[in-house]
Each structure stands twice: as C-alpha cells, then as structure tokens.
C-alpha cells in the first residue's frame, strides 16, 4: 500500500513560546509611515504640548502612537492589545522613531491628567489634517436639488456608550462607595442599552464622503446647545476650505434638537429635522390647514407607511418670531403605540422643521431627506464594528476625549488611503431634473381641415365650442377626418359603416382635439346659443389634454428621475396658450 506523504517533510516541535506577528501590524507600519512623510507626527510633536512632573523618558508622541495603533487594532481592551504588542515592542516603536514603549499603567496615567488644552490642540490639528487633503479633486458629492442647486449635507447627531455600576450596600457604618467612572459619566437618558450612568458623544459627519470632522464628549445628556454651536463653526470652516458659501450646507438633525431655540442658534443655516413642539397642532393656522386636502403623499419603500403631507410654510416657531417651514406628516395610528410623533383621535402626527425653499424641495422631499438620515446610523455601526471608539480608555473626561478623537482620525485614514487604492466618484442624488418649462406655441390657433378650406367668420355656439355651421360640409364624411386617406369609388370604407354624416360633430377616434374658444378672447361672450339646425360639437378640456401629452411624454422618458418632476399647473398653462393666440 503507496503513501501519499512527502518523506522531506519534517515537523518539530518546542516548548518555548514563539508568538506570531498579529494581523493589524501591517496596517499600522502603513499609517506610521504615511504619517510620518505628511509631517503630521512632527506637527503633534510641536503643536499639542502637555507638560507634567515625573513624566520620566517618555513624551506625547509615544502615548499617541501606542493609541493609534490601538484604534487600528481593534481589540476589546487594552490589556489584550499589550499582551499582543509587547512581543513586538522594539521595531513597533520604531516605527515612529522612538525607543521605548510605555507601559500600559503610565498610558493610564497620562490620560488621567491630560487636560483641555492639549485635547483641543490636538482636535484643531485633526481638522486641519481633514482640510489639508480633501478626498477628491472634483466637486465633493452633494444633493441636487429641483432647480439644480448643489447641497452639502452634514449629519449631527449624538451616540450614547452605558456603563454599568454594581450594587454595593451603603449603611451607615460603611464608607460612600467610590465610583471609578463618575467623572466620565453621569445618570441619564440610556436608549436600549443596559447600565445605570450613559456618556453622549456628538458627531459631526460629511455625509457624502463619510469623514468625520469632530466630536465632541460629555458626561450624562450632555450640553446639546453648546455642542451643536460648536459643531456648527466646524461645518463652516470645512465650507471655507472648500470655498463654499454657508448657504450651500444641509444641516441635518435628530428630534433631540427640534424646538424653536435650536433654531435661532442655527444662524440661518439650512436646516431639516424633526419636530417635538407639538403644542403647534394646536394652532388656529395649523388646524386650517390640516381640514385641506394634503399636499403630497409618500409610501415608505421598505415599511410601506403611507404618510399624507401638510406644508405649512413661514409658521411663527419662536418667541422672537423666528419663522419655519413646518411639515407635518400624517397616517393611522396601528395596534403598538407609535414610538415617534402624537397621535390624536387614531392618527399619528409628525412634524419636520426645515428652512428649504418650497421650489427647491416639495414636501415629500423634505421627509426623503430627513428618512435617509439611516445612512448615519449605517456609518456608526461600521464604525463601531471596525473601531469601536467607546470603548473606555480613560476614567476622566478628557482622557476619553483624547482617545476618540484619536479614533475618529483612523477612520479618516482608512478612507483617504483606501481612495488612493481604489479611486471612485462619490455618489451624488437628484430629486428631479433641473427644468424650465417652455411656454406652448401653436403654430395655427385655428385647424385648418382637409379639402373644406380655410373659414372667413368664426361664431361660437356656447362658451367653449364652435357651431358645426361654421365648417363647410365637405363630400365625403371621412375627408373630414383628420389623418385619413381619400379613397376613390367607394362611398364609405370599411371602418367607417355604421357612422352618419352628422357624427363629424362628435369625438372621433382619429379626430384630433380642437382648440377652446378662449383661445378666441374677442368673441368669448357673443352667440352663446346655437343656431337652429346646429350641432354643438363637444369641447375639448385642455387641461386634461395636456396632462395626458405630458404623462405620454415622461412614460417615454428614459431618464429614472424624470417622473418626480412636477405636473404643470393648469392656470398657467392656459394663460401661456392664451398669450400665444394672435
């Protein structure tokens, strides 16, 4: 019996340990080095400056390098990362041209006391980074609009990291308890995750190429206010670097925000978020508005929620009289209690500020863009996946802040190297081709059918017909007929039995629709009865015709947008035909 076996190979084994090289070096030998040729490692060394006694051998630069390495990893704690780096301690901190690396208990240590200067040092160079190198030359994506205006949008919003406390017994001979995370945390609004004290994180992310451009921690709820001014300057020097103007930027916001004094601290800024000031519903303007019928509707693709939309613009949302545009949004209440919005008598009422122009953005498109805020979400938890930037790092406040900001400056890296490898057009969204509709033109106000001749006097028998007197009766009834073929030698053809001579009057299927007589304004108020021996031939609703040109001609259209574009409306359409008549 043969062997498949290579007798060469030989197999040894040993009882030293030789630990194997771990998968994310190679990515952090990658970033080290790209660091290290763009100066933004000399530029920490410089600029973010942090002075304490008994720091012994070690300076910024080794602590920043142990937390960039650490975001690259992703291991769930520190002491996993050590237990994988301290084998390659030596040519890790090579890599940043430093000798030593710092144990894990002085990482703590520095943390614990880097304070608020150093932390926002360190945050106005990762902007300045961000800005340095935009991730493309070309237009940097957007949203365009109706009109075909551009549109930056920015997601601001805020995630939540719980910690859990155990329940120790607190009598009266027995110390206060000491909590390790009562400086980073505080009690407050948990979302469904488990744990006593929560810390809230607020985000601010380019939502075309997915970078991050601050964030910024607190303990608790947090100062949602201030953090959202100082997001906003944020978004504005990312638009000045990029030569835009403010009113190109798109600010997108959660319900947390949705109260008339967030919207005087916007500063004008376009806006779109979702309301909680509900007393609104209970406005005499408002209460008007919601007994019309609505102005659009729109079926969620994926729920199929069907939502009736009332546009309520330049509604009075403040004390100081600050105006917005209100959206509120309406469907039947189901079985569960709706978790957003009021319901009222079985239906659910949401409301949508914005500051978008009606022209730009129809009512269904301010819902569309505050739905797709699910993008964000979809960011975080790639993010979360990849990097996890809550995980506790530090035990005061700017020792976590510290961390994150770190964090967030990997994730923009990653995708600044992942372009160069793999270079691809950012996505951009229109709603509907920009259009500007042309005025109708006839070429004859008056048909001119075959074989009769052209007639001298017009009479009109009521308001928007013409007597059939007015047509010469021609020799054969399907002369008349518009498109058809004379045929010699037989008195009627064969799709033509059945039909008398007086059905000219009447709308043929082959009879092309005849003007209204308001094309004829001179004699709009004169003969308003027929003649004896006339016949009325019907009239003709324009509106309804043009409607159908215009769904024919977006039926045929191969453009996927094009059947968003709004319907013409009919009083102006038929002031144009009006104009266009000599």
Known sequence: MSSIADTAVVIQSSEQSVPSTPCWFGEVSLIAHYLKRLGVLSAIEERVRFARRRFGHYELIDFVAVLLAYAISGEATLKTFYERLLPFATPFMALFERDRLPARSTLSRFLAAVDQASVEALRALFLEDLLARPLTKEQPGGVFDRC??????????G??????????????????????????????????????????????????????????????????????????????????????????????????????????DLADLPFVMRGRDYSLLDRPEVQARLQLPPDQQSIHPESGTARLLYDCPELVITPKGSR????????????????????????????????????????????ALYLHRGAFETVCCDEDVE?????????????????????????????????????????????????????????????????????????????GCLPGSEFPRPRRWDAALSGRSSSHGTRTTKRARGYRADR???????????????????????????????????????????????????????????????????????????????
């Open 148 to 157: 075909g205006g551009q549109w930056l949008v920015f997601d601001v919003d």
């Open 387 to 463: 990097q996890d930037p809550d995980r506790w790092c530090s035990q005061t406040p700017w020792g976590q802040e510290f961390w994150q900001v770190i964090s967030q400056w990997v994730w923009n890296l990653r995708l600044e190297l992942g372009h160069q490898l793999h270079p691809a057009p950012l996505r951009t969204t229109a709603f509907a081709e920009a259009h500007t509709p042309e005025p109708q033109v006839m070429k004859s106000p008056i048909p001119v059918l075959p074989n009769s001749g052209t007639p001298s006097v017009v009479r009109t028998a009521r308001m």
């Open 504 to 582: 000219v009057c009447g709308q043929h299927w082959s009879l092309s629709p005849l003007p209204t007589a308001r094309s004829l304004p001179g004699l709009r108020c004169q003969n308003l009865e027929a003649a004896p021996g006339e016949c009325h031939p019907p009239s003709v609703d324009l509106t309804r015709s043009l409607d159908r040109d215009h769904d024919s001609s977006h039926r045929n259209s191969t453009t996927p947008v094009a059947r968003l574009e709004p319907m013409p409306d009919a009083t102006r359409v038929d002031a144009a035909f009006a104009q266009s008549t000599p």
């Open 159 to 264: 995630t939540r990291q719980a910690a859990r406390q155990r329940a120790l017994p607190q009598t009266s001979d027995q110390p206060a308890p000491q909590r390790r995370l009562l400086g980073v945390c505080a009690p407050g609004y948990r979302g469904r995750k488990r744990g006593e004290i929560v810390r809230t994180r607020t985000t601010v992310l380019q939502a075309h190429t997915h970078q991050w451009l601050a964030t910024i921690g607190s303990a608790g709820n947090g100062d949602y206010r201030e953090e959202l001014r100082r997001a906003l300057s944020m978004i504005q020097s990312y638009l000045k670097a990029q030569g835009l103007p403010p009113s190109t930027a798109l600010i997108r916001l959660d319900g947390q925000y949705g109260n008339g004094a967030v919207i005087d």
């Open 324 to 367: 917005c545009r209100v959206v509120i949004a309406t469907h039947p209440a189901g079985a569960a209690k709706s978790r957003v919005g009021s319901t009222r008598e079985g239906v659910v009422y949401e409301l949508f500020f914005s500051m978008l122009p009606q022209g730009a953005f129809t009512a269904a498109d301010v819902l």
